[in-house]
Nanobody
């Protein structure tokens, strides 16, 4: 079955960096567009970033471009999220997901058919 396993979360001070990884198995990874979402306590799930299957097209959530960078290595069945200049407002559980529709719907959570279990990111002030 399809598995998406996130790692790399943790506690970091404001201004610091983290790199999240998502290891995929059970699917032909190179054929799937991928995305990262996050959800903070009491808030709705938020689109963070998306990348197309070949890795040459990326999309970011509002105000995140410039601080966050999504990338992928199809040979390793992995997608990454580099997060720099972290702020306390970035505190959330971060999820990777595989898009099962066209890339035009990359920002829409309901368009993703497979989700990881999430990794906690906590940014202290």
């Amino acid at each position: 079955q399809v598995q998406l396993v996130e790692s790399g979360g943790g506690l970091v001070e404001a201004g610091g960096s983290l790199r999240l990884s998502c290891a995929a198995s059970g699917l032909t990874f190179s054929m799937y567009h991928m995305g990262w979402f996050r959800q903070a306590p009491g808030k709705e799930r938020e689109f963070v970033a998306g990348i197309n299957s070949s890795g040459d097209n990326t999309v970011y959530g509002d105000s995140l471009k410039g601080r966050f960078t999504i990338s992928r290595e199809n040979a390793k069945n992995a997608v990454f999220l580099q997060m720099n200049s972290l702020k306390p407002d970035d505190t959330a559980v971060y999820y990777c997901a595989a898009l099962t529709t066209g890339f035009s719907r990359v920002r829409i959570g309901a368009s993703y058919g497979y989700w990881g279990q999430g990794t906690q990111v906590t940014v202290s002030s």
